[in-house]
């Protein structure tokens, strides 16, 4: 239950069962598992340093520590963007660490756009052999935001090196028993017509409302209008679009991805919830995200 809590970013709920165990209400008291989910309802709800707390009590109550709950107490501090305590866990780590810290590490500091803790932790992966397409990516990522063309051409370089494919991100979406997938810029589907003009008309309300896109996220040396069409038509953007035209007004919208959402398609899905007045729910790689009155049940934390 804790863990299900966890998953839908109810921390407080999580947390309160977790104290009526360690008090003695509810039965056992908590081993390595309950304090592993403790710690994931502490990450998915941003609670920093009740987490930190719980991982410095795992000690004090000689419960074991894997590499588990460093992974999670690491990735806690890091969507703080507290990188440098989160780069001391993993240094200070009994056993070795796996590729997956590092590469949260990575996430963390591209979220932060803190270009010499991404280099620390891709230089590590490198020492690992790791060579996965979201490593590179997410170093990418790093550089673009820093407009350093250079250098994400060193790291496309190094891609085609290690002969390392990129992994295309596509979203699904069931309507009266069939599954839609999209593609990025996606014109495959025969209402794509439809689908663009919702967009176009999305895209118009959201503007009212002061969204601005995050171009960021595009990871290419090219203007700022083409950077905004390239935002346009991501995958889940295209498949929220195909909900709204093809559902009942009042009914949710259902929405799978491969990958990780993007921050700006995050942003646009929680403007939607809000100005469509309709419950979007979005499943990706790492969680789900249930958009609802503009807000999301992450908070903003994924």
């Known amino acids: ?14 947390l309160q ?8 209400g ?3 008291m908590p081993d390595g598992v309950t304090y592993l989910a403790a710690l994931c309802a502490c990450n998915h709800a941003g609670m920093v340093d009740e987490g930190v707390r719980l991982f410095e009590l795992m000690e004090k109550h000689d419960v074991s520590r894997n590499v588990k709950h460093y992974g999670s107490v690491v990735d806690l501090l890091g969507r703080a963007g507290r990188l440098d305590e989160a780069y001391k866990i993993i240094e200070s780590m009994p056993m070795s660490p796996d590729p997956v810290l590092w590469q949260t590490l990575l ?12 280099e620390q932790a891709s230089r590590k992966l490198v020492e690992m052999g790791s060579n996965t397409c979201g490593d590179f990516v997410l170093l990418s990522n790093v550089y673009a935001a820093h407009q350093r063309w250079t250098d994400v051409g060193r790291v496309r370089e190094a891609m085609k090196t290690w002969d390392v494919k990129k992994v295309p991100g596509f979203s699904y979406i069931e309507m009266n028993g069939v599954i839609f997938q999209f593609f990025n810029g996606d014109k495959s589907h025969p209402k794509w017509r439809e689908i663009y003009r919702k967009l176009e008309e999305i895209n118009s309300k959201i503007r009212e409302f002061g969204y601005e896109p ?17 935002l346009s038509y991501h995958s889940e953007k295209l498949a929220l679009a195909f909900g709204l035209v093809s559902s009942d007004d009042r009914s949710p919208i259902n ?8 921050g700006d398609c995050h942003v646009v899905i929680k403007l939607v919830s809000k100005l469509y007045c309709r419950e979007i729910i979005v499943r990706d790689r790492t969680r789900f995200h249930r958009f609802k009155d503009g807000s999301c049940s992450c908070r903003d934390y994924w």
């Open 17 to 24: 069962l977790f104290n009526r165990m360690a008090g003695g």
């Open 214 to 230: 995050e171009t960021n996220y595009v990871l290419h040396d090219i203007g700022y209008e083409e950077k905004e069409n390239a």
């Open 255 to 262: 929405i799978n991805k491969n990958l990780r959402i993007c």
């Open 26 to 28: 509810l039965g056992p």
């Open 1 to 14: 239950m804790i863990m299900g809590f966890a998953m839908d970013g109810n921390g407080l709920k999580a």
């Open 107 to 118: 996430g963390a500091s591209k979220t932060y756009g803190n270009v010499e803790m991404a």
